[in-house]
T-cell receptor, first 115, second 114 residues
Framework: AQSVTQLDSHVSVSEGTPVLLRCNYS??????LFWYVQHPNKGLQLLLK??????LVKGINGFEAEFKKSETSFHLTKPSAHMSDAAEYFC?????????????FGKGTKLTVNP | AAGVIQSPRHLIKEKRETATLKCYPI?????VYWYQQGPGQDPQFLIS???????DKGSIPDRFSAQQFSDYHSELNMSSLELGDSALYFC?????????????FGPGTRLTVT
């Protein structure tokens, strides 16, 4: 079974400083990986996805993630945090089903951005 | 662009009552997924449908059932509600064809059981 581990439950940064949210995955084959963001009392929005094309994936709002097979990692980064980035971030791996796929979520990392 | 629609957005029920949650996928998406997110928890997969057939089942209680209709909308039926069923229920849809497709999530239905 596929799984992801988010290494930090909380990350706090100052506005304008870099963001690093860490994620390791476990998969018996080449996985499809995603980062979703959830703002308070809101739904889930896709930030970016990796599907075995380029290992460096660019997403929305200046976020990007790098797939590193040797380290089984898919860390999310952003050069400069903005107050609006404060949210819960989920690293997600997809698991193939018959004709569809289910998503397996990490436990989430809550990002706080301080002024 | 059209998004996934869920109704109702909020629902308050008492213990032992029943609830029905509805999901309308993005047009031309034939796959629907249901997830449950408890307070402070990550979303957990409940069940999915592909072309109106159940494709997989996750941690869905026997008290819950779901189906996908001919117009591809889906309903999650929950009976004998318990306090622990209070959660945010997400529906997601995808094209569901071979290959990797991201799932597009609806805004969720917040169910409160009192």
């Amino acid at each position: 079974a596929q799984s992801v581990t988010q290494l930090d439950s909380h990350v706090s940064v100052s506005e304008g400083t870099p963001v690093l949210l860490r994620c390791n995955y476990s998969s018996s084959y080449s996985p499809s990986l995603f980062w979703y963001v959830q703002h308070p009392n809101k739904g889930l929005q896709l930030l970016l996805k990796y599907t075995s094309a380029a290992t460096l994936v660019k997403g929305i709002n200046g976020f990007e993630a790098e797939f590193k097979k040797s380290e089984t990692s898919f860390h999310l980064t952003k050069p400069s945090a903005h107050m609006s980035d404060a949210a819960e971030y989920f690293c997600v791996v997809s698991e193939a089903l018959g004709g569809s796929e289910k998503l397996v979520f990490g436990k989430g990392t809550k990002l706080t951005v301080n002024p | 662009a059209a998004g996934v629609i869920q109704s109702p957005r909020h629902l308050i029920k008492e213990k032992r009552e029943t609830a029905t949650l509805k999901c309308y996928p993005i047009p031309r998406h034939d796959t629907v997924y249901w997830y449950q997110q408890g307070p402070g928890q990550d979303p957990q997969f409940l069940i999915s449908f592909y072309e109106k057939m159940q494709s997989d089942k996750g941690s869905i209680p026997d008290r819950f059932s779901a189906q996908q209709f001919s117009d591809y909308h889906s309903e999650l039926n929950m009976s004998s509600l318990e306090l622990g069923d209070s959660a945010l229920y997400f529906c997601a849809s995808s094209p569901g064809l071979a290959g990797i497709h991201e799932q597009y999530f609806g805004p969720g239905t917040r169910l409160t059981v009192t």
